[in-house]
């Protein structure tokens, strides 16, 4: 179905009544800057004064690990952006607001206002704490903020009220089966139901790791495995869908997915991208939209 | 904050170098830069010391709490325009950060100077060069502490700026009617430098103006080709945003001309606002609590009234409990007896605070104190032994004899050495030989110090100066349950602190027998105590 995605994710994202927005892949290069770019698009098009920021390093023209081109963020006035000093671009000069305490690889951690339309980097707070801090810094200068999350790292997601978008594509798995898996079993995670209190329940003080799953599903454990947030699970992939379909997993402070979207084409393999827009939706249970394509999964 | 050669690592735990240290902190960068090369006064500079404690107490009296306060805080919330200043004197381009920094610092002053106008104590930050560096600056004002290299500045930068606009319009109109030319043949938005175009909604080929990137077996991956109008318009948008960088950069070399040229002006305000975040530490720190200023003497010796060990003070109030204040007076070596947990090591821990405090010539924690500078603070036996944990194969006896030669064997005077309790577990007999000869030995080194003990007789053998706790005033009861934190509570209630001179040697009581019962001792060996007590 023909959509515009970011008009379209820009309304999930209303429609959720969260101020921020964050958007983590499962992968590297798996569209979760495009699909950031798409939805600040929107914003700007609608009017929606947006602060940006990103966990760890995003924004560069080529990525600093393995030197891919990747998709720079043109952003317009007036966004505001946590990012490093030593990375705002010298012209066209940026509106400098603040310094903070945050310490990066590239130097103290700023707010700008951007002042003329440019190509900027993000070079965000490297702790998921400071992230959750430069996220509420950003909502005292704008309504709304979008953070370019880095792979999989959700622990920023922790103690917020975030609407969260999820990247997945064909560059982070050998075959769309596996890709699908993957995504869904971050939705899953990232989608652990609320404990309702009304069952016996264990309470997992700290970390849900691999370990203490497997053991609980050695023990035939009945009772509702609880966590803080989904942050504290930590499995992924096939790990995650067994436990998942094994064992009753709730948290205390569920998070809200809002829409995933997908790149079909990876630097290694392509895959359909329709085919695998609906198995991934279908596989999820949540909107999906393919950027590139301008569709939203039927 | 160094202790120089005043204090080795022992010996400034055990009088609480940290926590004076902790407790006089700055706030801020500039003032964090002088404390660190802070070191203590010399024997020599009494002087300079006294006239400093007494430039601290001026200023916690010209200032309240409040004002001392609201110091601290714009000086903890400046950032350190020093980098800046440096690159600008070395003739390196400022960036805007930097820009950023110096206003700040430049706020800061003149905020401080006009909180600290009353007090002549406090050196000013704000002179005419700061001024003249703000004013260029101002008009670099975003809002109330943001900095943007607004167009005010120059004339060129607004036509630079403009023009850019008007070629940003230009470019993104062009592009756009392609892009819209476009999405209108492919009926869909095209909104992304890249976009897919599925195979089966093709019908024919692709519309002008699209260059294939990538092709897959269902779909194409585009982009926009662009035409030579949007071509012609991004070449015009690209020389316009290089006049900006030109404009915005010519700017930039000004201010920090502006700043190059007053550079060792501004290192100066610099330097007075870190002495001030300094001396507003020690201020409050004097206010807090509520110190005097001692008076420094050149010849061996330390006395004081009403004084307090602040760090033991402050955990004692922490639990609802307060610190009883101490006087003594130490001209040679003086000997202090009294019972266990009556305060005898506190007593030497406040006579190192003291002399501590009026080494960095700041106010005392005591109502009256006289003091010479010391060369040496020195602390041997409980506290000290640190290597205890580290696994040391000497005897707790023997590593207080190492240090003891240590100790003996250095040069430096005067010297205050505080003994707690040293030789304590050898036997009584020649652990009191041990502590006469060694207090003799001092006398002759001319030190000045106080010896804790629990030996009986040291000071009539001695020949010193006898001071003794006053101890419990009477035999407590201990509490019904097994509550360790209410006996303490009563222990507390019914020890008094006080220390008082004496002649000759008291006489010994049981006050050891009556700390055990109150600490829950089966009854039954505390009456065995006692009678052995009684048939000595």
């Known amino acids: ?298 | 904050m160094k202790t120089g050669s005043l204090l080795d690592p022992a010996s400034a735990q055990a009088v609480g170098f940290s926590w004076l240290r902790d407790a006089l902190a700055p706030a801020g960068p500039y003032g964090e830069a002088q404390f660190a090369g802070i070191e203590p006064f010399a024997p020599g500079q009494e002087a300079q010391a006294r006239d400093r404690a007494a430039r601290v107490a001026r200023i916690a009296a010209a200032l309240d709490v409040a004002q001392l306060d609201a110091a601290r805080e714009i000086a903890r919330h400046v950032p350190d325009a020093g980098a800046a200043v440096a690159r600008a004197s070395m003739g390196d381009a400022l960036d805007d950060a930097n820009l950023l920094e110096l206003q700040r610092f430049f706020d800061a002053c003149e905020r401080l100077d006009a909180l600290t106008a009353a007090c002549d104590d406090l050196p000013r930050t704000a002179g005419e060069p700061v001024r003249e560096c703000a004013r260029a600056l101002e008009r670099g004002r975003a809002g109330r502490f943001g900095f943007y290299l607004n167009d005010a500045f120059d004339a060129s930068l607004a036509t630079a700026r403009g023009a850019l606009a008007h070629t940003q319009a230009e470019y993104d109109a062009a592009r756009g009617r392609a892009s819209a030319a476009v999405a209108a043949a492919l009926d869909r938005e095209i909104s992304l430098p890249e976009f897919i175009v599925m195979r089966a909604d093709l019908a024919g080929s692709l519309p002008s103006g699209v260059r294939v990137v990538r092709e897959a077996p269902t779909y194409l991956l585009c982009e926009l080709d662009a035409d030579e109008g949007v071509l012609a318009a991004l070449r015009r948008r690209d020389e316009a945003a290089a006049a900006v960088a030109h404009a915005e950069e010519r700017v930039r070399e000004h201010l920090a001309s502006t700043i190059r040229s007053r550079a060792a002006a501004l290192e100066d305000g610099m330097r007075s606002f870190g002495e001030c975040d300094v001396l507003i530490g020690a201020a409050r720190f004097t206010r807090t609590y509520r110190c005097s200023v001692a008076s420094i003497q050149a010849q061996a010796g330390l006395a004081f009234e009403g004084a307090r060990f602040v760090p033991l003070a402050n955990e004692l109030e922490a639990q609802g409990r307060a610190f009883t204040p101490i006087g003594l007076r130490l001209d040679g070596v003086a000997v202090l007896t009294g019972p266990n947990m009556g305060g005898k090591s506190a007593a030497l821990r406040t006579c190192g605070f003291i002399a501590l405090c009026a080494a960095f010539g700041v106010p005392v924690p005591a109502q009256r104190a006289q003091t010479a500078l010391f060369a040496e603070i020195a602390w041997l036996g409980i506290g000290s032994d640190r290597e205890e944990r580290d696994g040391s194969l000497l005897s707790s006896f023997a590593r207080e004899v190492v240090r003891l030669r240590d100790l003996l064997g250095g040069a430096a005077s005067p010297r205050l050495v505080l003994l707690d309790e040293f030789a304590r577990t050898t036997t009584p007999r020649e652990g009191k030989a041990l502590l006469v000869a060694v207090i003799e030995r001092l006398r002759e080194m001319r030190a000045c110090g106080l010896a804790a003990t629990h030996l009986g007789g040291v000071a009539e053998a001695a020949g010193t100066r006898h001071y003794a706790v006053r101890g419990l005033r009477g035999i407590p009861q201990a509490p019904a349950a097994d509550d360790l934190t209410q006996a303490l509570e009563t222990l507390a209630a019914s020890m008094d602190y006080t220390l008082e001179e004496v002649s000759g040697e008291r006489p010994q009581g049981a006050d050891a027998i009556a700390l055990a019962a109150l600490l829950g001792i089966d009854a039954r060996v505390i009456e065995a105590a006692y009678r052995a007590m009684e048939s000595e």
């Open chain 1, 1 to 298: 179905m023909r959509v515009h995605v970011g008009d379209s994710i820009l309304q999930l994202w209303n429609e959720s009544g969260a101020t921020s927005l964050f958007v983590v892949g499962t992968g590297k290069n798996v569209g979760k800057t495009v699909a950031l770019r798409a939805i600040y698009g929107a914003c700007v098009r609608g009017g929606v004064p947006c602060g940006l920021t990103s966990i760890g390093r995003d924004g560069e023209a080529f990525d600093v690990a393995d030197t891919a081109a990747k998709p720079r963020l043109w952003l317009e006035p007036p966004s505001i952006i946590a990012t490093a000093r030593e990375v705002l671009p010298r012209s066209p000069a940026s509106e400098l607001l603040a310094f903070t305490a945050h310490r990066t690889a590239a130097g103290a951690l700023v707010y700008a206002r951007i002042r003329s339309g440019a190509y900027y980097e993000l070079v965000g707070p490297p702790s998921a704490s400071g992230v959750r801090a430069v996220v509420d810094d950003l909502l005292q200068f704008v309504p709304r903020v979008l953070v370019d999350g880095a792979i999989d790292r959700v622990a920023a997601l922790a103690g917020g009220h975030d609407a969260i978008v999820v990247s997945c594509g064909a560059a982070a798995a050998p075959a769309q089966g596996e890709a699908i898996d993957d995504v869904r079993a971050l939705v899953v995670r990232l989608r652990t139901p609320r404990f309702d209190g009304k069952t016996e329940s264990l309470q997992i003080e700290g970390a849900l790791t691999p370990a203490i799953a497997a053991q609980l599903i050695r023990e035939r454990e009945r009772r509702a495995i609880v966590v803080r947030d989904p942050t504290q699970i930590l499995l992924t992939g096939k790990a995650a869908l067994h436990a998942f379909d094994r064992l009753g997993i709730y948290c205390e402070r569920p998070l809200n997915v809002i829409a995933v979207t997908i790149a079909s084409a990876g630097r290694d393999r392509t895959f359909e991208p329709r085919e695998f827009a609906r198995a991934v939706a279908t596989a999820t249970a949540v909107p999906t939209f393919d950027v590139y394509a301008a569709e939203r999964a039927a």
